[in-house]
């Protein structure tokens, strides 16, 4: 088991809070929880309310998730009913009982797909598949800020340097919008932060070089999406003196190609790494134009090679990751999600009978969200503005529709199916 | 080139859609009528899409945005011929 260190320091906004006070303040909340049978999912509430959850995870090495309140809709919650977790609902404090409880399996950490490409999938780990920063010796003390979404892969990879790693800080913004982000960054002093490139390209518009560059950033980490050589090119001029790095990575796989020499892709010697003992680092290959992984990091449940589904493409002594080539993701200033997940949510509304939402090509953020709806005859008539304020309330506002069309009837093709997206 | 009042009745509209009070000067900060980067983006769009062409954006004057009254003059020049100067009001 990995220990705690209790007294790595989280920055929040109301000030600098060390891990194990966290872990005192969060305690009454889960009096009794961990006498019970089986994993618990901590759902909803706030990131500090995360970042407890998971510190509360791994001192007690129980079985768990944790996941923010944006992901848990009704589907998600039924997903985490049914293998036989409890949910607590950090943000009212309601705890449901699974109709079977599972068995614990202490020290499990389980992350949620993002359903991208179907339904979301319980993904099993453990602290040490997910502390991947565990072989890197003497990490010189680093203030990290980190921009993913709560419970996600790269979320964890950030949290577990900051769990596991001595004299590492994290400070945490009051908003996943890059312009705050980047401000909370700039008023703790962050020297660590990992991003996608989108991120970095929303930023380094919103922000003058001048302004960027009293980051005292020594460490730059880029994953999350296709990195390209322009990304590359740019942050290196931008911040001479920090290490950039970009991490390829999946929830299944874990952190499996780490680049720190600043280009794009990764070494063609890698694919011929003949290393027999999947312990000591990932293998890759290539098999039908897509990378396959065996990696140390790889999920529990996932065990032997894993095919990624992202396809590569060789280019002299580099292997570039092109990532899959099928969408149906939106990706609103570097925060992607599935377009189904905004479907779901407006399928509730009384008045909607079918939605399509799709993004839509945006200067500065990339897309913003449109949907084509048909809604119900007969009921309540709304407008875009209730339903935006219908939206507003229930997902992040970077998913809330803003473009809107009102179909007459639902559009199908001639094997009935809805048309493509 | 797309004219004020269209510029500033979209914006109108955008925050009207939120349900955010769209009762404003122009010399309103956008952090104080809740104006975000998102709202920006898409104004930047439905602009486009009334002019019927892409806009072109400089970082530089885009930092410099923090009035209604900026986003309209910013709006207005970037909808217009790019190689005109900055117009005068």
Known sequence: MIKLIRHNLVNLET????????????????????????????AGGNVCELIQAAAWLAETNHDGLVLPQERLTTEIHQILLESGSRV??????????PPKPAAMQAGRISLL????????????????????????????????????????????QILTTIFFVEHQTLTVAADRDPAVQIE???????????????????????????????????????????????????????????TLTHIYASTEAGACVIVRDGKEGFPIAWLHDQVQDASERPQ????????WILSP????????????????????????????????????????????????????????VWCRVSGRRAPLVGEVVACDAVLKPGAPPVTESDL?????????????????QFLREIPMTDNLKTTVR | MIDRTTILDLMRGILQRQGKPNDYGEDALLSDIGFRSLDFSELALRVETACGKPLSFGAAPLRAIRTVRDVVDFMERASGDQTDPPQSR
Not at chain 1, 19 to 40: H, K, M, N, Q, W
Not at chain 1, 388 to 404: D, N
């Open chain 1, 297 to 352: 990091h790889s999920a529990l449940n996932r065990p032997g090679w894993i095919n990624t589904g992202d396809s590569v493409e060789i280019r002299g002594d580099r292997v570039f990751i092109l990532g899959r080539l099928e969408q149906s993701i939106i990706n609103v200033g570097g925060m992607k999600f599935a377009a189904r997940d905004v479907e779901q949510e407006l399928l509730r509304h009384p008045s909607v």
């Open chain 1, 88 to 97: 607590v609902n950090l943000t009212d404090g309601q705890v449901t009982a």
């Open chain 1, 388 to 404: 935006m304020q219908y939206c507003a309330q229930r997902i992040p506002s970077h998913m809330v529709p803003r473009f809107w």
């Open chain 1, 184 to 242: 909370a960054a700039l008023r703790h002093g962050v020297t660590a932060l990992s991003a996608t490139p989108t991120f970095w390209r929303f930023v380094l518009i919103q922000f003058a070089p001048a302004t960027l560059q009293q980051l005292p950033l020594q460490q730059i980490t880029l994953g999350g999406e296709r990195i390209d050589q322009e990304i590359l090119d740019r942050l290196k001029g931008l911040f001479p003196e920090a």
């Open chain 1, 15 to 42: 000030g600098p809070r060390a891990i194990g006070t966290l872990l005192d303040e969060f305690a009454p909340r889960v009096l009794g929880l961990s006498s019970g049978a089986g994993p618990i999912a901590f």
């Open chain 1, 113 to 156: 797909t993002s359903g991208t490409t179907g339904t979301p999938k319980l993904i099993e780990h453990s602290w040490s598949t997910l502390f991947t920063m565990a072989k890197v010796r003497n990490l010189r003390p680093l203030n990290w800020l980190s921009t993913y979404q709560g419970g996600t892969y790269a979320w964890f």
């Open chain 1, 284 to 291: 890759l290959q290539i098999r039908d134009g897509l990378l």
